[in-house]
Protein backbone atom coordinates (compact mmCIF):
# COMPACT_ATOMS: atom_id res chain seq x y z
CA UNK A 1 0.00 0.00 0.00
CA UNK A 2 2.67 2.51 0.90
CA UNK A 3 4.64 1.83 -2.37
CA UNK A 4 2.00 1.78 -4.85
CA UNK A 5 0.32 5.60 -4.01
CA UNK A 6 2.03 6.99 -7.22
CA UNK A 7 1.01 10.60 -5.99
CA UNK A 8 3.22 9.58 -2.43
CA UNK A 9 6.12 8.65 -4.73
CA UNK A 10 6.24 11.72 -6.54
CA UNK A 11 6.61 13.51 -3.32
CA UNK A 12 8.79 11.16 -1.88
CA UNK A 13 11.12 11.74 -5.45
CA UNK A 14 10.27 15.99 -4.79
CA UNK A 15 11.94 15.54 -1.18
CA UNK A 16 14.94 13.32 -2.19
CA UNK A 17 15.33 15.94 -4.82
CA UNK A 18 15.46 18.99 -2.56
CA UNK A 19 17.36 17.29 0.12
CA UNK A 20 19.88 16.62 -2.73
CA UNK A 21 19.82 20.52 -4.13
CA UNK A 22 22.83 22.23 -2.05
CA UNK A 23 22.41 24.80 -0.29
CA UNK A 24 23.79 28.03 -1.51
CA UNK A 25 25.80 29.69 1.34
CA UNK A 26 24.96 33.33 2.34
CA UNK A 27 27.59 35.55 0.75
CA UNK A 28 27.86 39.48 0.69
CA UNK A 29 27.00 39.89 -2.95
CA UNK A 30 23.76 37.72 -2.54
CA UNK A 31 23.12 39.86 0.59
CA UNK A 32 23.81 43.03 -1.74
CA UNK A 33 21.98 42.00 -4.49
CA UNK A 34 18.66 41.01 -2.23
CA UNK A 35 19.02 44.79 -0.83
CA UNK A 36 19.45 46.20 -4.33
CA UNK A 37 16.47 44.73 -5.19
CA UNK A 38 14.70 45.92 -2.17
CA UNK A 39 16.06 49.22 -2.94
CA UNK A 40 14.88 49.09 -6.68
CA UNK A 41 11.57 48.41 -5.93
CA UNK A 42 11.09 50.92 -3.05
CA UNK A 43 11.94 53.38 -5.28
CA UNK A 44 9.89 52.55 -7.99
CA UNK A 45 6.83 52.08 -5.62
CA UNK A 46 7.57 56.22 -4.42
CA UNK A 47 8.50 57.14 -7.99
CA UNK A 48 5.40 56.54 -10.01
CA UNK A 49 2.53 57.64 -7.33
CA UNK A 50 4.67 60.83 -6.72
CA UNK A 51 4.87 61.70 -10.34
CA UNK A 52 1.46 61.85 -10.73
CA UNK A 53 0.51 63.32 -7.97
CA UNK A 54 2.53 66.33 -8.53
CA UNK A 55 0.62 66.37 -12.24
CA UNK A 56 -2.44 66.64 -10.72
CA UNK A 57 -1.17 69.28 -8.59
CA UNK A 58 -0.25 71.60 -11.27
CA UNK A 59 -3.65 70.59 -13.10
CA UNK A 60 -5.85 71.92 -10.75
CA UNK A 61 -3.45 75.17 -9.86
CA UNK A 62 -3.84 75.47 -13.93
CA UNK A 63 -7.68 75.10 -13.57
CA UNK A 64 -7.67 77.64 -10.66
CA UNK A 65 -5.86 79.84 -12.84
CA UNK A 66 -7.74 79.66 -15.89
CA UNK A 67 -11.11 79.79 -13.64
CA UNK A 68 -9.85 83.48 -12.41
CA UNK A 69 -9.07 84.73 -15.56
CA UNK A 70 -12.46 83.62 -17.06
CA UNK A 71 -13.98 85.15 -14.09
CA UNK A 72 -12.43 88.19 -14.46
CA UNK A 73 -13.07 88.85 -18.54
CA UNK A 74 -16.78 87.71 -17.34
CA UNK A 75 -17.12 90.12 -14.80
CA UNK A 76 -15.16 93.15 -16.73
CA UNK A 77 -17.36 92.23 -19.84
CA UNK A 78 -20.56 92.56 -17.62
CA UNK A 79 -19.54 95.43 -15.27
CA UNK A 80 -18.72 97.46 -18.21
CA UNK A 81 -22.00 96.71 -19.89
CA UNK A 82 -23.98 97.96 -16.66
CA UNK A 83 -21.51 101.07 -16.31
CA UNK A 84 -20.47 102.03 -20.15
CA UNK A 85 -23.39 104.11 -20.79
CA UNK A 86 -23.06 106.40 -17.30
CA UNK A 87 -18.66 106.36 -18.20
CA UNK A 88 -18.99 106.53 -21.65
CA UNK A 89 -21.14 109.94 -21.24
CA UNK A 90 -18.81 111.60 -18.62
CA UNK A 91 -16.12 110.73 -20.34
CA UNK A 92 -17.29 111.88 -23.61
CA UNK A 93 -18.57 115.60 -21.69
CA UNK A 94 -14.90 115.58 -20.16
CA UNK A 95 -13.27 115.34 -23.39
CA UNK A 96 -16.18 117.85 -25.23
CA UNK A 97 -15.24 120.57 -22.22
CA UNK A 98 -11.03 119.84 -23.23
CA UNK A 99 -11.81 120.08 -26.64
CA UNK A 100 -13.51 123.18 -26.20
CA UNK A 101 -10.86 125.39 -23.82
CA UNK A 102 -8.12 123.64 -26.08
CA UNK A 103 -10.16 125.62 -29.08
CA UNK A 104 -11.09 128.95 -27.24
CA UNK A 105 -7.14 128.95 -26.54
CA UNK A 106 -6.19 128.59 -30.06
CA UNK A 107 -8.70 130.99 -30.97
CA UNK A 108 -6.16 133.04 -29.62
CA UNK A 109 -3.04 131.97 -31.15
CA UNK A 110 -1.32 134.79 -33.50
CA UNK A 111 -0.89 132.26 -36.67
CA UNK A 112 -4.83 132.88 -38.84
CA UNK A 113 -4.48 129.45 -39.77
CA UNK A 114 -4.46 127.94 -35.91
CA UNK A 115 -7.68 130.04 -35.46
CA UNK A 116 -8.97 128.48 -38.45
CA UNK A 117 -8.38 125.07 -36.87
CA UNK A 118 -10.26 126.30 -33.26
CA UNK A 119 -13.08 127.41 -35.22
CA UNK A 120 -13.58 124.38 -36.93
CA UNK A 121 -13.14 122.79 -33.83
CA UNK A 122 -16.07 124.64 -32.18
CA UNK A 123 -18.01 124.39 -35.38
CA UNK A 124 -17.77 120.60 -35.50
CA UNK A 125 -19.02 120.24 -31.66
CA UNK A 126 -22.69 118.95 -31.22
CA UNK A 127 -24.86 121.05 -29.35
CA UNK A 128 -22.76 124.13 -28.83
CA UNK A 129 -23.68 126.33 -26.19
CA UNK A 130 -23.99 129.94 -25.89
CA UNK A 131 -20.03 130.60 -25.23
CA UNK A 132 -19.56 129.11 -28.30
CA UNK A 133 -21.57 130.85 -30.52
CA UNK A 134 -20.55 134.11 -28.72
CA UNK A 135 -16.70 133.31 -29.46
CA UNK A 136 -18.01 132.44 -33.00
CA UNK A 137 -19.14 136.24 -33.05
CA UNK A 138 -16.94 137.82 -31.56
CA UNK A 139 -14.45 136.14 -34.24
CA UNK A 140 -16.54 137.28 -36.80
CA UNK A 141 -16.62 140.81 -35.74
CA UNK A 142 -12.84 141.29 -34.38
CA UNK A 143 -10.35 139.10 -35.88
CA UNK A 144 -7.94 141.12 -37.59
CA UNK A 145 -7.77 138.41 -40.55
CA UNK A 146 -10.82 138.40 -43.41
CA UNK A 147 -10.35 134.67 -43.87
CA UNK A 148 -10.40 133.57 -40.10
CA UNK A 149 -13.78 136.50 -40.57
CA UNK A 150 -15.04 134.38 -43.09
CA UNK A 151 -14.48 130.75 -41.47
CA UNK A 152 -16.63 132.15 -38.28
CA UNK A 153 -19.25 133.37 -40.48
CA UNK A 154 -19.53 130.03 -42.35
CA UNK A 155 -19.44 128.31 -39.24
CA UNK A 156 -22.16 130.68 -37.81
CA UNK A 157 -24.40 129.96 -40.68
CA UNK A 158 -24.81 126.35 -39.63
CA UNK A 159 -26.60 127.16 -37.07
CA UNK A 160 -28.89 130.20 -38.41
CA UNK A 161 -31.99 128.53 -35.99
CA UNK A 162 -30.83 129.79 -33.28
CA UNK A 163 -31.62 133.39 -32.34
CA UNK A 164 -28.52 134.72 -30.95
CA UNK A 165 -26.83 133.68 -34.32
CA UNK A 166 -29.28 135.21 -36.24
CA UNK A 167 -29.11 138.11 -34.57
CA UNK A 168 -25.22 138.32 -34.45
CA UNK A 169 -25.09 137.74 -38.12
CA UNK A 170 -27.35 141.13 -38.72
CA UNK A 171 -25.70 143.06 -36.14
CA UNK A 172 -22.23 141.86 -37.87
CA UNK A 173 -22.93 143.70 -41.04
CA UNK A 174 -22.06 147.31 -39.70
CA UNK A 175 -18.58 145.66 -38.70
CA UNK A 176 -17.57 144.26 -42.13
CA UNK A 177 -17.07 147.61 -43.49
CA UNK A 178 -12.61 146.55 -43.77
CA UNK A 179 -13.53 142.91 -44.83
CA UNK A 180 -15.21 143.53 -47.86
CA UNK A 181 -15.15 139.45 -48.67
CA UNK A 182 -17.03 138.68 -45.24
CA UNK A 183 -19.39 141.79 -46.22
CA UNK A 184 -19.91 139.97 -49.45
CA UNK A 185 -20.79 136.53 -48.22
CA UNK A 186 -23.15 137.67 -45.06
CA UNK A 187 -25.12 140.09 -48.07
CA UNK A 188 -25.39 136.74 -50.04
CA UNK A 189 -26.44 134.92 -46.73
CA UNK A 190 -29.17 137.54 -45.56
CA UNK A 191 -30.55 137.16 -49.27
CA UNK A 192 -30.77 133.66 -48.93
CA UNK A 193 -32.27 133.52 -45.40
CA UNK A 194 -34.79 136.24 -46.15
CA UNK A 195 -33.59 138.11 -43.50
CA UNK A 196 -35.37 141.40 -42.99
CA UNK A 197 -34.39 143.07 -39.60
CA UNK A 198 -30.87 143.66 -42.22
CA UNK A 199 -32.67 145.47 -44.54
CA UNK A 200 -31.55 148.89 -42.39
CA UNK A 201 -28.03 148.19 -42.23
CA UNK A 202 -27.62 146.89 -45.47
CA UNK A 203 -28.95 150.40 -46.83
CA UNK A 204 -26.61 152.03 -44.64
CA UNK A 205 -23.83 150.50 -46.10
CA UNK A 206 -25.37 151.24 -49.55
CA UNK A 207 -24.61 154.78 -48.95
CA UNK A 208 -21.05 154.13 -48.55
CA UNK A 209 -19.41 155.95 -51.38
CA UNK A 210 -16.15 153.87 -51.65
CA UNK A 211 -17.83 150.50 -51.79
CA UNK A 212 -16.47 147.78 -53.82
CA UNK A 213 -18.85 147.57 -57.11
CA UNK A 214 -20.09 143.69 -56.68
CA UNK A 215 -20.45 144.42 -52.98
CA UNK A 216 -22.79 147.14 -53.62
CA UNK A 217 -24.67 145.40 -56.94
CA UNK A 218 -25.32 141.95 -54.20
CA UNK A 219 -26.59 144.31 -51.13
CA UNK A 220 -29.16 146.35 -53.71
CA UNK A 221 -30.53 143.60 -54.92
CA UNK A 222 -30.63 141.93 -51.37
CA UNK A 223 -32.35 144.97 -50.30
CA UNK A 224 -34.63 144.76 -53.92
CA UNK A 225 -35.54 141.43 -53.00
CA UNK A 226 -35.93 141.78 -48.81
CA UNK A 227 -38.22 144.85 -49.18
CA UNK B 1 2.80 150.33 -5.67
CA UNK B 2 4.32 153.30 -6.68
CA UNK B 3 8.18 152.78 -7.06
CA UNK B 4 7.35 149.18 -8.06
CA UNK B 5 5.52 150.26 -11.24
CA UNK B 6 8.40 153.31 -11.60
CA UNK B 7 10.72 150.92 -11.86
CA UNK B 8 9.01 148.28 -14.26
CA UNK B 9 8.45 152.15 -16.07
CA UNK B 10 12.29 152.83 -16.00
CA UNK B 11 13.26 149.52 -17.38
CA UNK B 12 10.80 149.84 -20.14
CA UNK B 13 12.53 152.78 -21.05
CA UNK B 14 15.60 151.22 -20.64
CA UNK B 15 14.90 148.27 -23.01
CA UNK B 16 13.52 150.62 -25.57
CA UNK B 17 16.44 152.83 -26.00
CA UNK B 18 18.50 149.60 -26.13
CA UNK B 19 16.30 148.82 -29.07
CA UNK B 20 16.51 151.81 -30.54
CA UNK B 21 19.98 151.89 -30.32
CA UNK B 22 20.70 148.44 -31.20
CA UNK B 23 18.41 148.93 -34.48
CA UNK B 24 20.85 151.92 -35.29
CA UNK B 25 24.10 150.02 -34.35
CA UNK B 26 23.45 146.91 -36.56
CA UNK B 27 21.91 148.40 -39.20
CA UNK B 28 23.37 149.66 -42.12
CA UNK B 29 21.59 152.37 -43.90
CA UNK B 30 22.82 152.89 -47.29
CA UNK B 31 20.75 156.42 -47.84
CA UNK B 32 21.32 156.96 -51.48
CA UNK B 33 17.70 158.93 -51.48
CA UNK B 34 15.75 156.43 -53.38
CA UNK B 35 16.93 153.24 -51.73
CA UNK B 36 17.09 152.27 -48.27
CA UNK B 37 19.16 148.96 -47.20
CA UNK B 38 18.51 147.31 -43.75
CA UNK B 39 20.99 144.57 -42.73
CA UNK B 40 18.80 142.60 -39.66
CA UNK B 41 21.41 139.67 -38.26
CA UNK B 42 20.01 136.38 -36.72
CA UNK B 43 21.70 134.99 -33.88
CA UNK B 44 19.56 131.87 -33.74
CA UNK B 45 19.86 130.84 -37.76
CA UNK B 46 18.76 127.64 -37.34
CA UNK B 47 15.19 128.66 -35.30
CA UNK B 48 12.17 128.74 -37.38
CA UNK B 49 11.25 132.83 -36.92
CA UNK B 50 8.87 135.22 -37.80
CA UNK B 51 8.32 138.51 -39.79
CA UNK B 52 5.73 140.98 -39.92
CA UNK B 53 5.62 143.91 -42.36
CA UNK B 54 2.42 146.17 -42.86
CA UNK B 55 3.54 148.18 -45.79
CA UNK B 56 1.29 150.87 -46.15
CA UNK B 57 1.71 152.21 -49.92
CA UNK B 58 3.79 149.63 -52.28
CA UNK B 59 4.96 146.43 -53.05
CA UNK B 60 6.47 143.31 -50.42
CA UNK B 61 9.05 141.25 -52.40
CA UNK B 62 10.17 137.76 -50.19
CA UNK B 63 12.79 135.09 -51.14
CA UNK B 64 14.18 132.48 -48.94
CA UNK B 65 17.52 131.88 -49.37
CA UNK B 66 20.56 129.82 -47.24
CA UNK B 67 21.88 132.85 -45.06
CA UNK B 68 21.48 133.80 -41.35
CA UNK B 69 20.88 137.89 -42.25
CA UNK B 70 17.37 139.16 -43.02
CA UNK B 71 18.68 141.91 -46.18
CA UNK B 72 15.53 144.29 -46.82
CA UNK B 73 16.16 147.04 -49.32
CA UNK B 74 13.26 149.44 -50.20
CA UNK B 75 13.11 151.81 -52.48
CA UNK B 76 11.05 154.85 -53.44
CA UNK B 77 9.13 154.15 -56.77
CA UNK B 78 8.93 157.31 -57.96
CA UNK B 79 11.31 160.03 -58.48
CA UNK B 80 10.15 162.96 -56.79
CA UNK B 81 13.40 165.05 -57.04
CA UNK B 82 10.96 168.28 -55.81
CA UNK B 83 9.47 166.46 -52.96
CA UNK B 84 10.44 167.43 -49.32
CA UNK B 85 9.16 164.11 -48.16
CA UNK B 86 11.84 162.31 -50.59
CA UNK B 87 14.33 161.15 -48.32
CA UNK B 88 12.19 161.11 -45.16
CA UNK B 89 10.55 158.02 -45.30
CA UNK B 90 12.63 155.69 -43.30
CA UNK B 91 12.44 151.54 -42.81
CA UNK B 92 13.25 150.52 -39.32
CA UNK B 93 13.15 147.02 -37.51
CA UNK B 94 12.45 145.38 -33.87
CA UNK B 95 13.35 142.40 -32.75
CA UNK B 96 13.20 139.78 -30.38
CA UNK B 97 15.30 137.13 -31.26
CA UNK B 98 13.82 135.22 -34.27
CA UNK B 99 10.14 137.86 -34.16
CA UNK B 100 11.65 140.53 -36.36
CA UNK B 101 8.65 143.73 -37.34
CA UNK B 102 9.63 145.75 -39.89
CA UNK B 103 8.47 148.93 -39.92
CA UNK B 104 8.18 151.23 -43.04
CA UNK B 105 7.18 155.21 -42.47
CA UNK B 106 6.65 155.80 -46.10
CA UNK B 107 5.42 159.23 -45.63
CA UNK B 108 3.02 159.16 -48.26
CA UNK B 109 6.13 157.78 -50.80
CA UNK B 110 5.33 154.46 -52.68
CA UNK B 111 7.82 152.35 -51.29
CA UNK B 112 8.54 149.03 -53.07
CA UNK B 113 10.75 146.55 -50.37
CA UNK B 114 12.28 143.33 -51.12
CA UNK B 115 13.86 141.04 -47.85
CA UNK B 116 16.23 138.27 -48.75
CA UNK B 117 15.35 136.12 -45.48
CA UNK B 118 16.26 132.75 -43.85
CA UNK B 119 14.03 130.20 -45.75
CA UNK B 120 12.20 128.36 -42.30
CA UNK B 121 10.22 131.56 -41.47
CA UNK B 122 6.66 132.65 -40.87
CA UNK B 123 5.51 135.38 -42.65
CA UNK B 124 2.22 138.35 -41.94
CA UNK B 125 2.76 140.55 -44.74
CA UNK B 126 0.39 143.10 -45.65
CA UNK B 127 0.28 145.87 -48.20
CA UNK B 128 -2.49 148.41 -48.11
CA UNK B 129 -2.21 149.61 -51.39
CA UNK B 130 -0.42 150.15 -54.97
CA UNK B 131 1.78 147.08 -55.17
CA UNK B 132 1.96 143.07 -55.60
CA UNK B 133 3.24 140.47 -53.11
CA UNK B 134 5.33 138.26 -54.12
CA UNK B 135 6.82 134.98 -51.77
CA UNK B 136 9.29 132.75 -52.99
CA UNK B 137 10.95 129.81 -51.68
CA UNK B 138 9.78 129.93 -48.16
CA UNK B 139 9.43 126.98 -45.30
CA UNK B 140 6.44 127.70 -42.82
CA UNK B 141 3.82 129.61 -42.98
CA UNK B 142 2.91 132.36 -45.01
CA UNK B 143 0.04 134.88 -44.07
CA UNK B 144 -0.48 138.07 -46.31
CA UNK B 145 -3.37 140.75 -46.69
CA UNK B 146 -3.22 142.84 -50.11
CA UNK B 147 -6.57 143.71 -50.66
CA UNK B 148 -5.56 146.41 -54.07
CA UNK B 149 -3.44 143.83 -55.64
CA UNK B 150 -1.83 140.57 -56.43
CA UNK B 151 -0.75 137.86 -54.45
CA UNK B 152 1.57 135.39 -55.76
CA UNK B 153 3.21 132.44 -53.94
CA UNK B 154 5.82 129.84 -55.22
CA UNK B 155 7.99 127.20 -54.18
CA UNK B 156 6.47 127.55 -50.90
CA UNK B 157 6.80 123.97 -48.12
CA UNK B 158 4.22 125.48 -45.41
CA UNK B 159 0.33 126.76 -45.38
CA UNK B 160 -0.96 130.16 -46.51
CA UNK B 161 -3.80 132.14 -45.48
CA UNK B 162 -4.29 134.77 -48.31
CA UNK B 163 -6.62 137.74 -48.82
CA UNK B 164 -7.10 139.91 -51.46
CA UNK B 165 -10.09 141.89 -53.32
CA UNK B 166 -9.12 143.10 -56.39
CA UNK B 167 -6.13 140.81 -56.99
CA UNK B 168 -5.10 137.54 -58.21
CA UNK B 169 -4.18 134.95 -55.80
CA UNK B 170 -1.66 132.14 -57.21
CA UNK B 171 -0.15 130.15 -55.02
CA UNK B 172 2.21 127.10 -55.93
CA UNK B 173 3.08 124.47 -52.80
CA UNK B 174 6.22 122.18 -53.09
CA UNK B 175 5.04 120.44 -49.73
CA UNK B 176 1.97 121.40 -48.04
CA UNK B 177 2.27 120.97 -44.17
CA UNK B 178 -0.02 117.67 -43.08
CA UNK B 179 -2.46 119.60 -40.34
CA UNK B 180 -2.72 123.45 -41.09
CA UNK B 181 -5.67 124.50 -43.55
CA UNK B 182 -5.10 126.92 -46.73
CA UNK B 183 -7.30 129.81 -47.46
CA UNK B 184 -7.50 132.45 -50.88
CA UNK B 185 -10.06 134.78 -51.04
CA UNK B 186 -10.43 137.59 -53.32
CA UNK B 187 -13.31 139.51 -55.10
CA UNK B 188 -12.26 140.42 -58.65
CA UNK B 189 -9.56 138.37 -59.16
CA UNK B 190 -8.75 135.10 -60.57
CA UNK B 191 -7.35 132.11 -57.66
CA UNK B 192 -4.70 129.55 -58.93
CA UNK B 193 -3.60 126.84 -56.28
CA UNK B 194 -0.08 124.25 -57.47
CA UNK B 195 -0.45 121.48 -54.85
CA UNK B 196 1.74 118.79 -54.93
CA UNK B 197 0.48 114.63 -55.60
CA UNK B 198 0.75 113.44 -52.08
CA UNK B 199 -1.44 116.31 -50.66
CA UNK B 200 -4.02 115.02 -48.23
CA UNK B 201 -7.18 117.77 -47.99
CA UNK B 202 -10.87 118.18 -48.31
CA UNK B 203 -11.16 121.10 -50.93
CA UNK B 204 -13.62 123.92 -50.65
CA UNK B 205 -14.14 125.85 -53.95
CA UNK B 206 -16.49 128.57 -54.86
CA UNK B 207 -17.17 131.68 -57.49
CA UNK B 208 -19.92 133.36 -57.82
CA UNK B 209 -18.75 134.65 -61.50
CA UNK B 210 -16.38 132.10 -62.24
CA UNK B 211 -15.12 128.77 -63.53
CA UNK B 212 -13.76 126.12 -62.01
CA UNK B 213 -10.92 123.89 -63.20
CA UNK B 214 -8.83 121.31 -61.12
CA UNK B 215 -7.01 118.14 -61.95
CA UNK B 216 -8.40 116.93 -59.16
CA UNK B 217 -11.91 115.24 -59.33
CA UNK B 218 -14.62 117.20 -57.84
CA UNK B 219 -17.90 116.75 -56.25
CA UNK B 220 -20.92 118.97 -57.54
CA UNK B 221 -22.59 121.33 -55.56
CA UNK B 222 -25.44 120.57 -53.80
CA UNK B 223 -23.90 117.43 -51.47
CA UNK B 224 -23.45 119.75 -48.66
CA UNK B 225 -27.21 119.73 -46.22
CA UNK B 226 -28.06 123.14 -46.69
CA UNK B 227 -28.86 125.36 -49.57
CA UNK B 228 -27.01 127.96 -47.99
CA UNK B 229 -23.56 126.45 -49.01
CA UNK B 230 -22.92 126.56 -52.12
CA UNK B 231 -19.09 124.58 -52.24
CA UNK B 232 -17.84 122.49 -54.78
CA UNK B 233 -16.04 120.09 -52.66
CA UNK B 234 -13.19 117.59 -53.19
CA UNK B 235 -11.50 115.02 -51.17
CA UNK B 236 -8.27 114.71 -52.14
CA UNK B 237 -6.19 111.60 -51.55
CA UNK B 238 -8.65 110.58 -48.85
CA UNK B 239 -9.37 114.06 -47.33
CA UNK B 240 -7.12 116.10 -44.62
CA UNK B 241 -7.40 119.97 -43.51
CA UNK B 242 -9.54 122.18 -45.35
CA UNK B 243 -8.27 124.56 -48.60
CA UNK B 244 -10.84 126.97 -48.96
CA UNK B 245 -11.00 129.32 -52.42
CA UNK B 246 -13.56 131.68 -53.06
CA UNK B 247 -13.78 134.92 -55.19
CA UNK B 248 -16.30 136.54 -56.82
CA UNK B 249 -15.71 137.66 -60.28
CA UNK B 250 -13.00 135.32 -60.67
CA UNK B 251 -11.97 131.59 -62.25
CA UNK B 252 -10.20 128.99 -59.71
CA UNK B 253 -7.71 126.76 -60.86
CA UNK B 254 -6.56 123.71 -59.19
CA UNK B 255 -3.08 122.24 -60.49
CA UNK B 256 -0.67 119.80 -60.03
CA UNK B 257 2.62 121.19 -58.48
CA UNK B 258 5.62 120.93 -60.88
Known sequence: MENTDPKRKEIEEAERLLDQTPIPELTESLDRKFYDFLDAAITTRDQFPQRSRTALYWYAVAAGIALFVMGWLGGSVLSTRNKSSVEITGLSGEVRDLRESLALTM?????????????????????????????????????????????????????????QVMAGMVEAIGQQQTSPVVLLRLTELMALLGEKRALPMLKSILEKPDLNYNIKTQIYETVQGLS | MKPFRALVDHRLVVIRVLILFGSVL????????????????????????????????????????????????????FNQEDSKTQNDWKLTYDQQETNVILYCNAQGNTIDVDIKIP?????QLRSRDNG???????????????????????????????????????????????????????????????????????????????????????????????????????????????????????????????
Do not use: C
Not at chain 2, 63 to 69: E, K, M, P
Open chain 2, 132 to 258: DVIVIRINGAIEVDNAQGSIMLDNISGSAILNSVYGNITARFKEVNPDDPIMATTIEGDIELSLPEATHANLKLNTSRGNIISVFPLLEAGQESSPLFDWKSSKINGGGPEYILRTYNGDIQIKRYL
Open chain 1, 107 to 163: IQQPLPGKRIQAINMLADMKNPDDKIYATLLSTLNHDPNDNVRLVALEALAKHVEND
Open chain 2, 119 to 123: RHFTL
Open chain 2, 26 to 77: FTNFQLSGQTQKVLIPLDQPDLSGRLTFDNPKGSISVTGYDGNIIVVTATAR
